[in-house]
């Protein structure tokens, strides 16, 4: 079993920066994507960003030149660094792991709330 914590959120500024990190406990396959999802109030978990363990990096459209996704595989843990933050990027973001050989094995944490005021 693995299991992500994630640490980090807060309330910030418009324009202001926030990291999360997320530390993985567990084996979660030698070749696996950890990524960072956010669910805002009535809307659908969305893909913010992701990294495979070769360090191969996706972004969603909506952040891409703001966020920047890092991992340390050592330390199995990932990191989002979030600057020139907006109202919008306010949501719950999860942290996620999945193997890639067996998509199955998914795991999720639970979740740090980001709060951008304007």
């Known amino acids: 079993q693995v299991l992500l914590v994630e640490s980090g959120g807060g309330l910030v500024q418009a324009g202001g920066s926030l990291r999360l990190s997320c530390a993985a406990s567990g084996f979660i396959g030698s070749r696996n994507t950890m990524a960072w999802y956010r669910q805002a109030p009535g809307k659908q978990r969305e893909m913010v960003a992701a990294m495979t363990n070769s360090g191969s990096a996706t972004y969603a459209d909506s952040v891409k030149g703001r966020f920047t996704i890092s991992r340390d595989n050592a330390k199995n843990t990932v990191s989002l660094q979030m600057n020139s933050l907006k109202p919008e990027d306010t949501a719950v973001y999860y942290c996620?792991?999945?193997?890639?050989?067996?998509?199955?094995?998914?795991?999720w944490g639970r979740g740090t709330q980001v709060t951008v005021s304007s």
């Open positions: 996620n792991a999945q193997n890639r050989v067996d998509p199955e094995l998914n795991y």
